[in-house]
């Protein structure tokens, strides 16, 4: 077996690790929920090397999450229920329905159309697919309502975001930012009393309605959430990283610095940094 630019090659290699005589112990005994979080974990490396424009990870971690999909492919083939071309054929039917302005005559020629037709089409598909799984004896999908395309298996702050942009479709939201700022002033001082009177569950909900705040306005002034967090988790790193290497520099370590001593230098690698932009 050799490496190649063939898809085919791969396909192969996998059925030669999912053989169950011959193929590699680990990779036979698997199943789509022990994949799972492996999938979900090339797809973040994946968004973590965009983020740090890093075009060689990037390519690698392509690769692993194309083989993410070719396994899971792979246990479907071998359970009998699709393979890997049904995969690639499923989604190139999906995106020429889904730009007949490209691929047809259509007269989306905005943003705005394109966006309107895309909700138009994907309607449509929900309704065909949900016809396909009662036709093979399948229950509905879970969910109904305005709200129930929105998957519950998304990241917490996914699911807000997206239960936030469906909401607004019909009208409930906010018409500015800066009422959200109220809202989340509220919402700090309901924890506040929550974190005063001990109640854990209390101060669980109101956190989670902090958070679901703080989405809404990252939503209004078109920043995503989830990559503001990134961006800071980063910048946590970063700064982070200056105590430790400062704090080894001076013969001193972690664990005997004092607060005062780590927040020092916390204030001086934000000091750097200002200088640096």
Same mark, same amino acid.
């Given at each position: ?13 996998? %059925?030669?690790?999912? @053989? ?15 994949? &799972?979080?492996?999938?979900?974990? *090339? ?8 983020? $740090? ?23 479907? *083939?071998?359970? #009998? ?17 889904? @730009? /007949? ?5 259509? #007269?989306?020629?905005? /943003?705005?159309?394109?966006? !309107? ?14 016809? $396909? +799984?009662? =036709? =093979? #004896?399948?229950?509905? *999908? ?13 990241? %917490?702050?996914?699911?807000?975001? &997206? ?15 800066? /009422?959200?700022?109220? &809202?989340? *002033? ?5 924890? +506040? ?13 109101? !956190? ?11 939503? @209004? ?7 503001? !967090? ?8 970063? =700064?982070?990283? @200056? ?5 080894? %520099?001076? #013969? ?8 005062? +001593? ?16």
């Amino acid at each position: 077996m050799e490496p190649s630019r063939d898809i085919q090659t791969l396909l192969d290699i996998m %059925a030669a690790l999912r @053989h169950p005589e011959t193929g590699c112990p680990w990779d036979i005994v698997q199943t789509f929920e022990t994949i &799972k979080p492996y999938t979900l974990e *090339e797809a973040y490396e994946v968004a973590d090397a965009i983020e $740090r424009h890093d075009m060689d990870d990037l390519c690698d971690e392509l690769g692993d999450l194309l083989l993410q999909v070719v396994f899971h492919a792979r246990m479907a *083939e071998e359970a #009998g229920e699709f393979a890997f071309g049904d995969v690639v054929e499923a989604v190139t039917r999906k995106m020429i329905r889904r @730009h /007949p302005h490209v691929f047809a005559r259509a #007269g989306a020629d905005t /943003p705005e159309a394109v966006k !309107l037709q895309w909700e138009e089409i994907k309607q449509a598909e929900k309704a065909d697919r949900q016809n $396909r +799984r009662l =036709r =093979r #004896g399948l229950p509905e *999908e879970a969910g109904s309502g305005h709200l129930g395309s929105i998957q519950r298996s998304f990241p %917490a702050l996914v699911e807000a975001l &997206k239960l936030q942009e469906r909401a607004a479709k019909v009208g409930f939201d906010w018409s500015e930012p800066e /009422p959200i700022l109220d &809202k989340i *002033e509220e919402e700090v001082a309901e924890l +506040r009393q929550a974190l005063h009177d001990g109640d854990r569950n209390k101060i669980a909900d109101e !956190l989670g309605d902090l958070i679901f705040a703080l989405v809404n306005i990252g939503r @209004h002034v078109g920043t995503d959430p989830e990559m503001a !967090l990134r961006g800071t988790n980063t910048k946590f790193r970063r =700064r982070f990283g @200056h105590i430790e290497r400062e704090l080894k %520099a001076g #013969g001193e370590t972690l664990d005997a610095a004092s607060l005062e +001593r780590m927040e020092e230098l916390w204030q001086a690698a934000k000091a750097i940094e200002r200088q640096l932009t």
